[in-house]
């Protein structure tokens, strides 16, 4: 088994809680990518973040945080920043974020400063999320993207808070069809997908994205489960049935599940392969979806057994 290479963001999050009927903010470690290489590395994968970190309190903290993951931290550069802040708000289990921090200290890699040798010898290369709205950071995940070998994973992760207009959306829409064109696996939400293509529901959008170039499509959809797309059919997978709390990374804890799976196994070669993947990938979020969320939700290969036996 070799490793992933994960590229984007790590920010802090505050979570809206409620503290005996006071409204607060709890202090969380977040960012899609760093999630994904959390939930990868605690099911047993091999994974090396690779990103801006700011060079403040927080930023030692997603750092220490990620060290104490067992997640790789060599293609990681401190940067003279503030560490930019996810203030998340609720309705029922679902997240809403908002941004604040100005540079964002997650988007401050350049091309120059990837490791060759990392990226060459990797075996799966993640990319996606909010840090491709922003330069450097798109241009050093197109000089990653582009790399031949690894099998190649993305997740749009559309954020409708930073898309003020139709005309961001296009554009967005643009460049994340750039990446679908070439990707192996594309990762995305029943969200993403309405956001990106009118309103599409999952089977619509999977086929359109499916048509770009991208071998095989998973399209969560909360508590309905997830909708395959690959070369020789699709299909709904139901989820299963949880007591649900805070939804925050359950999609990235999808992500990181079947990277983690494309590390032990490759490419699955049908859509029995892919339903067998998806369907542990859903098992996990279903228990991350039971806890508090963020990265510190991501489980283990025990967690898991012991939550599900004989459904993974």
């Given at each position: 088994?070799?490793?992933?290479?994960?590229?984007?963001?790590?920010?802090?999050?505050?979570?809206?809680?409620?503290?005996?009927?006071?409204?607060?903010?709890?202090?969380?470690?977040?960012?899609?990518?760093?999630?994904?290489a959390v939930a990868a590395t605690r099911l047993g994968g091999d994974v090396r973040?690779?990103?801006?970190?700011?060079?403040?309190?927080?930023?030692?903290?997603?750092?220490a945080f990620l060290r104490e993951a067992q997640?790789?931290?060599?293609?990681?550069?401190?940067?003279?920043?503030?560490?930019?802040?996810?203030?998340?708000?609720?309705?029922?289990?679902?997240?809403?974020?908002?941004?604040y921090g100005e540079p964002p200290s997650y988007a401050l890699l350049e091309p120059e400063d990837l490791d060759e040798k990392t990226l060459n010898d990797a075996d799966v290369i993640y990319a996606g999320s909010i840090c491709l709205l922003r330069e450097p950071f798109r241009a050093t995940a197109r000089k990653a993207w582009q790399k031949p070998g690894p099998i190649k994973v993305f997740d749009p992760n559309v954020r409708p808070t930073l898309l003020p207009d139709a005309k961001s959306v296009a554009n967005l829409r643009d460049l994340v069809e750039e990446f679908f064109a070439t990707a192996d696996l594309v990762k995305l939400s029943s969200a993403d997908a309405a956001v990106l293509y009118d309103g599409a529901?999952?089977?619509?959008?999977?086929?359109?994205?499916?048509?770009?170039?991208?071998?095989?499509?998973?399209?969560?959809?909360?508590?309905?489960?997830a909708y395959i797309a690959t070369e020789d059919g699709a299909e709904m997978l139901p989820a299963p049935s949880v007591a649900a709390i805070d939804a925050t990374g359950a999609g990235d804890s999808v992500m990181g599940a079947l990277v983690r799976r494309l590390l032990a196994e490759g490419l699955p070669?049908?859509?029995?392969?892919?339903?067998r993947n998806v369907r542990f990938a859903l098992a996990?979020?279903?228990?991350?979806?039971?806890?508090?969320g963020g990265a510190t939700a991501m489980p283990t290969n025990e967690?898991?057994?012991?939550?599900?036996?004989?459904?993974?």
């Open positions: 088994m070799g490793y992933a290479v994960v590229l984007g963001e790590a920010l802090v999050d505050l979570l809206e809680a409620d503290l005996d009927g006071e409204l607060i903010y709890r202090q969380a470690i977040g960012g899609a990518p760093l999630n994904v973040y690779v990103g801006s970190l700011s060079n403040d309190v927080l930023g030692d903290r997603l750092a997640v790789g931290l060599g293609g990681v550069k401190r940067v003279p920043v503030p560490t930019t802040l996810a203030v998340t708000t609720f309705v029922g289990a679902e997240p809403t974020f908002t941004f529901e999952p089977a619509a959008a999977a086929e359109q994205i499916r048509e770009l170039g991208a071998k095989a499509v998973v399209v969560t959809w909360g508590s309905k489960g070669a049908d859509l029995a392969g892919w339903h996990v979020a279903g228990l991350v979806c039971e806890r508090q967690e898991l057994v012991a939550r599900w036996g004989a459904l993974i």
